[in-house]
């Protein structure tokens, strides 16, 4: 059975972490899979979007192998730890968005691989958590650096130091996620979402990522330079000819096509 499958369909590209009878949790079998699947849909000219999520209906990722980790010594985990921290960093910089559709547990290193994604979409029976502490160990794959930039120092200081779960509706109250449906309509609100996406310019999509990611820590003034030079780098290109001419002759601009 393969770990990870691959759909494409109008230019959406679901990745599917397959492993249900585990809960979808991640060993380096599968992260390696994971970011061999991701990078070629980001080198895919016939994906716009990607929608990331987990086999079942029970977990988007349960989170690490723990079975897998028990034996490991330092070593192992400074591995272990690095190669998941490249699987995030392949999703957080990847130049089309990526949307997690996240349909039940994301737990550890599966809520890490929601954090890295663009864009979030929870099911109803969503739940939240970074449980490692329980453990004696600690989030590894970006817990502490991207909770806090999406929730706040405190309430970031609260879950990873506590451990809790954190249900689909407090998620969205606390804007860890950026949409909270019934779980039947989770993967029609994801397509919605990628199609409204699918529309505008994709160079003018993964620059305004690249602003925003390359914005996060810095000052206003150096954010604003990033900003404006890629925001003059756009014009004169023939996505932005498309974009102003069709806004001027009122019609629906052919940016993929």
Do not use: Y
């Amino acid at each position: 059975m393969p770990l990870i499958l691959k759909e494409i369909n109008k230019q959406i590209a679901w990745v599917t972490i397959n492993r249900p009878e585990v809960l979808n949790a991640m060993n380096e079998s599968v992260l390696t899979e994971l970011v061999s699947s991701i990078q070629s849909c980001i080198d895919d000219t016939s994906v716009g979007v990607i929608i990331l999520t987990g086999a079942g209906d029970k977990a988007f990722v349960a989170g690490a192998d723990i079975k897998n980790m028990q034996s490991m010594e330092p070593g192992d985990a400074l591995e272990f730890g690095k190669t998941g921290q490249q699987m995030t960093l392949t999703i957080e910089n990847s130049p089309k968005p990526v949307i997690a559709a996240v349909n039940g547990f994301a737990l550890g290193g599966g809520c890490e691989i929601s954090l890295a994604c663009h864009i979030r979409v929870a099911s109803e029976t969503a739940t939240f958590g970074q449980p490692e502490v329980q453990l004696g160990i600690l989030p590894g794959w970006g817990g502490t650096q991207r909770l806090p930039r999406l929730v706040g120092t405190g309430i970031a200081n609260e879950i990873i130091t506590t451990g809790r779960m954190v249900s689909a509706s407090e998620a969205k109250e606390i804007g860890l996620v950026n949409h909270v449906v019934p779980a039947e309509l989770l993967n029609e609100k994801c397509e919605k979402i990628a199609n409204q996406i699918l529309k505008n310019g994709p160079n003018a999509i993964a620059k305004s990522l690249e602003c925003i990611r390359e914005g996060v820590g810095r000052s206003t003034k150096e954010g604003l330079i990033i900003e404006v030079e890629n925001f003059s780098k756009l014009f004169g290109t023939d996505e932005s000819r498309e974009g102003l001419t069709a806004f001027i002759e009122k019609r629906s601009p052919n940016f993929r096509n």
